[in-house]
């Protein structure tokens, strides 16, 4: 019963293709976030939605977009791959917003573009 | 909004000796001030964190202070195991959740 899912756990594929990656938690949290972790493991928040509103907007590109069918889900959507885009990318959830409260993260995407 | 300031980069200490990872941060209103544990190839979990009304908090092996007037905080491991090996984040809520550099603990058997 993982609290936050993301799936594939694993992404290979070619410079210029679109890709998603999905998230699902079961803890009943009202926000959730993706972070990109680079290789040298520093962790950048993309994107947070709480009730199904954007709040944060980080300075990412727009081939990224969010997207979140209910307040279970958050979805990541990146268009037209490029290589500076290969790295781990992790999933998470908290109760409330904020920052206030523990953030539960997935297991991590590893999204390598060759 | 500025990242939260983490040092050092890497710690090596000796089984059973202590470990103390410092982080600085800027903006006063921050208020919540979490510590990740991230194994290799896993997800960052939360191990301790600290709000700004307290000074001091323990859990076992692990402390956490908080001195508001210099805008720092630190996590204190003591009594090192080999399985305390990771890196550690620390964050604070400054415009929602920005995280440190991470420090890469390494503790010797």
């Known amino acids: 019963d993982t609290a936050v899912s993301q799936t594939p756990k694993y992404l290979v594929t070619q410079m210029g293709n679109d890709k998603s990656i999905k998230c699902e938690q079961n803890l009943g949290h009202d926000t959730m976030y993706w972070y990109k972790q680079d290789s040298k493991k520093f962790l950048k928040i993309m994107f947070s939605y709480n009730n199904k509103e954007l709040i944060i907007n980080e300075t990412v590109p727009n081939r990224f977009s969010p997207k979140s069918p209910d307040k279970a889900h958050l979805n990541l959507h990146i268009n037209s791959l490029e290589l500076g885009d290969s790295a781990v990318y992790f999933c998470a959830s908290s109760l409330g917003q904020g920052g206030n409260q523990p953030q539960h993260f997935g297991d991590g995407t590893r999204l390598s573009i060759l | 909004g500025e990242n939260v300031e983490q040092h050092p980069s890497t710690l090596s200490v000796q089984e059973g000796d202590s470990a103390v990872i410092k982080c600085t941060y800027s903006?006063?209103?921050?208020?919540?001030f979490p510590w990740y544990k991230q194994e290799l190839g896993k997800r960052p979990q939360l191990i301790i964190d600290i709000r700004s009304n307290v000074g001091e908090k323990k859990d076992q092996r692990i402390a956490v202070t908080l001195n508001k007037t210099a805008k720092h905080f630190s996590l204190h491991i003591t009594e090192t195991q080999p399985e305390d090996s990771a890196v550690y984040f620390c964050?604070?809520?400054?415009?929602?959740?920005?995280f440190g550099a991470g420090t890469r603990l390494t503790v010797k058997p």
């Open positions: 903006d006063s209103a921050s208020n919540y």
């Open positions: 964050a604070d809520n400054n415009n929602d959740m920005r």
